[in-house]
């Protein structure tokens, strides 16, 4: 285990990670993140996710029951977007760059969906009933498909945000599924890191990943037949985890039926063991990473993964990206990984 001060590589990013334990001993007199103590009810009129109300856009929703998705009311992209004058349909070569790279536009067409886990208002993942779990998976995969599937779509993205610190604007426990007409600047760096990986090693990144010392003798949190939730030897944030499959798979249409609903069971106990750590509902950021689908040949290097970014440190201080982070790019971490990984360990859930 390293000292307080101590720079990691990570291997889907190509960046340093500073590993700086002994920041998180500064004296805190700044904001404190407060903890609701307000019961949410199972239905909530004024919900626009809520089955039976009428949304802000004027459509109705159903009287659904179980997990429901929809077009995103006020989309960030949408298959009508209009093209610009003098628009462009791929990124800009390196021709057009180097003879005028400004005032470079494209349509933003594409595809936004809201994906509710539950009808019941009250329920996050970390509460819904265990044997609901393999129908949010189902939903996970149908609505991946079908973006995946559009031909705008170059990289599909699902994600949740959950919690009043990550700024959502609805409390209904819900995900978001983006089609991307463009592959995203993360995505990039991921596959051009694991495709590099493999064309020396003849094998995927991630699952090679499981493998190593860094990351087998204290980095583990769980590991089920198919699936290893681990911290990230390199964590961006303070509790970080992974979940990574134990077999490489591109994507989520990778994955079996037996698979996939083991992922949804595995998910749903990382989700509590947070709720135990930070000993209330905790905020998350979630991010569903499945290779892109523009037909580039390094997808096939692609190994699926999930990556929980919690915003909290502790129960009631948030990780904050400031003044040296938002200028350098490069993210510090408070919290040692092996550490991290052993209270995880921990939480009896």
């Not at 919690?163 to 592959?183: D, K, T």
């Not at 490489?248 to 994955?255: F, S, T």
């Not at 135990?276 to 950021?285: A, T």
Request: charged share 20%; proline share 8%.
């Amino acid at each position: 285990m390293s000292g307080p001060w101590e720079r990691r590589w990570h291997p889907l990013l190509d960046e340093w990670v500073i590993i700086s334990s002994s920041s998180a001993s500064r004296p805190w007199s700044g904001a404190k993140a407060e903890v609701s103590k307000t019961d949410s009810p199972q239905f909530d009129p004024d919900c626009y996710l809520c089955p039976g109300v009428t949304r802000a856009s004027g459509h109705v929703n159903p009287n659904y029951q179980g997990p429901f998705a929809f077009d995103n009311d006020f989309p960030t992209f949408a298959s009508h977007a209009p093209e610009p004058e003098g628009g462009i349909d791929a990124a800009p070569d390196d021709a057009t760059l180097a003879s005028n790279p400004f005032g470079i536009t494209a349509a933003s067409r594409g595809k936004c969906r809201v994906l509710c886990w539950s009808h019941r208002h009250d329920l996050t993942l970390a509460d819904l009933p265990a044997e609901e779990m393999p129908a949010v998976a189902d939903l996970w995969l149908a609505e991946f498909s079908a973006m995946k599937a559009n031909p705008d779509v170059k990289q599909a993205i699902l994600f949740e945000n959950k919690g009043v610190e990550i700024g959502v604007s609805n409390l209904h426990p819900h995900g978001q599924a983006y089609g991307l007409p463009f592959v995203s600047t993360q995505g990039k760096r991921m596959r051009n890191a694991q495709a590099r990986y493999a064309k020396h090693h003849n094998s995927a990144l991630l699952v090679d990943m499981l493998q190593h010392p860094s990351v087998a003798n204290d980095l583990i949190v769980e590991k089920t037949q198919h699936w290893t939730v681990l911290v990230p030897f390199a964590a961006r944030f303070a509790y970080e985890t992974w979940i990574v499959p134990n077999q490489a798979a591109k994507d989520l249409e990778d994955l079996s039926t037996e698979v996939l609903h083991e992922l949804a069971a595995v998910y749903q106990r990382q989700t509590q063991r947070y709720d135990v750590l930070f000993q209330r509902q905790s905020p998350n950021i979630t991010h569903f990473h499945n290779a892109p689908s523009d037909g580039d040949a390094d997808n096939a290097h692609w190994c699926f993964h999930m990556a929980f970014q919690p915003p909290l440190r502790e129960p009631d201080k948030l990780k904050y990206i400031a003044g040296f982070e938002s200028a350098a790019g490069n993210i510090t971490n408070p919290v040692q990984p092996e550490i991290a990984a052993e209270r995880l360990r921990a939480c009896v859930i």
